[in-house]
Structures are given as structure tokens and as C-alpha cells.
């Protein structure tokens, strides 16, 4: 079975300053990992994902995260914050075969200040 | 760009009808899905499809729920007797196949209000 943990439900930095969004999995198999945003009213959007190649990930705005194996986590950074990455963000978990369901986290809420 | 759209953006519905969602996938994508997000709540997986078939689906997904691929473009979510937990943000998804290209994308998401 598969699930994925997000360690914190609100995150709140000022503009410029590193982010941090924390996320642990569980697999019994080599996953794949995502990362998703949701801005206020809008749906899903891709911000990067893992499917077994770099363990460092580069994606959208600036955003990467890197996969620890050792570690069991996938976590998102920011070198400096925007007001604009005020948002919904899901770690999300699923297999490497497609037409399989995507694990979702319970969400992190960045909060950015001015 | 491509990208998964969904109509309505609100449906807003009585307690005991019948509700049809609709999305058009990515057009080279072969593989559907749908999930919901309860106000407040985690999105949730309900079922994916291909070749027009179910592959999977949640226990969530249960009698009520049904999905069909009507033409070559459209792919539809029935609710067929709605509940009042049935209010949610329905989103759905679609990948293009196995590996890399997995990858789901969403479109913009269903609100779904049942009165």
C-alpha cells in the first residue's frame, strides 16, 4: 500500500525568504512522486515530478524538491518565496504503472507575507 | 498548450437527481480518471478508465457512480441519485500511458453543490 504524510498543514514565510514544504511516503515499490499546487479556486496544477531518474527534481517557478530514499521523502523548496506561491500544495504518490490511483497528502497552505 | 477542461465549472443540483460531469481529456491521452475534494478534505481517487473500461476504482465509487467515454472526446462522470455528501470539487484526469509519460493532468474542477 501507498500513502504519503505531509508534515506540516501551514507553512507562513515572508516574501523572499526560503520555502520548505515537507513530505514523507510510503511504498513497497519504487513510486513515483509528485508535487501539485492549488491556487484559490483554480484546479491542479503540475508543479514537478519524480519517476526514478535525478533524485533532484527541478520544476515550475522556480521550485524543486529532491528524493530521498534513505530518508522515505520528497520535500519542496524554494531558494526565496513570491507572493504569487501563496497556495494550496499536495505531495502526491503514485505507481509507475498508468491508469493507477494518485495518493494524495492532506495539503500544506503557504501563507506569504509582504 | 493542451490541457483537460471541464464543464460546468457549478452544477447545483436537489437532493435525489441525477448529475452528468464532463470533460474533454487531453486529445493524444489515453488514459481517464476522476477524483473529488470534499470542502476542507483531501482529493480522493473515485475510478479511472481505459479502453472503455473501469481499470480501478475506490470504494468510494460505488452503484451510484458511473462513467462512460460517449464519443471520441468526452468523458463523463453520473452520479445517479445525489446525496448531500456528494458536494464537492469533482476533478478530473488524464495520462497519456505508462512510465514518464503517466503523468495526470487535471482540469479545472466540477462544483458540485447538492441542496
Known amino acids: 500500500a501507498q500513502s504519503v504524510t505531509q508534515l506540516d498543514s501551514h507553512v507562513s514565510v515572508s516574501e523572499g525568504t526560503p520555502v520548505l514544504l515537507r513530505c514523507n511516503y510510503s511504498s513497497s515499490y519504487s513510486p513515483s512522486l509528485f508535487w501539485y499546487v492549488q491556487h484559490p479556486n483554480k484546479g491542479l496544477q503540475l508543479l514537478l515530478k519524480y519517476t526514478s531518474a535525478a533524485t533532484l527534481v527541478k520544476g515550475i517557478n522556480g521550485f524543486e524538491a529532491e528524493f530521498k530514499k534513505s530518508e522515505t521523502s520528497f520535500h519542496l523548496t524554494k531558494p526565496s518565496a513570491h507572493m504569487s506561491d501563496a497556495a494550496e500544495y499536495f505531495c502526491v504518490v503514485g505507481g509507475n504503472q498508468a491508469g493507477t490511483a494518485l495518493i494524495f497528502g492532506k495539503g500544506t497552505t503557504l501563507s506569504v507575507s509582504s | 498548450e493542451p490541457e483537460v477542461t471541464q464543464t460546468p465549472s457549478h452544477q447545483v443540483t436537489q437532493m435525489g437527481q441525477e448529475v452528468i460531469l464532463r470533460c474533454v481529456p487531453i486529445s493524444n491521452h489515453l488514459y481517464f480518471y476522476w477524483y473529488r475534494q470534499i470542502l476542507g478534505q483531501k482529493v480522493e481517487f473515485l475510478v479511472s478508465f481505459y479502453n472503455n473500461e473501469i481499470s480501478e476504482k475506490s470504494e468510494i465509487f460505488d452503484d451510484q457512480f458511473s462513467v462512460e467515454r460517449p464519443d471520441g472526446s468526452n468523458f463523463t462522470l453520473k452520479i445517479r441519485s445525489t446525496k448531500l455528501e456528494d458536494s464537492a470539487m469533482y476533478f478530473c484526469?488524464?495520462?497519456?500511458?505508462?512510465?514518464?509519460?503517466?503523468?495526470?493532468?487535471f482540469g479545472p474542477g466540477t462544483r458540485l453543490t447538492v441542496l
Open positions: 484526469a488524464s495520462s497519456e500511458g505508462q512510465g514518464a509519460r503517466n503523468t495526470q493532468y
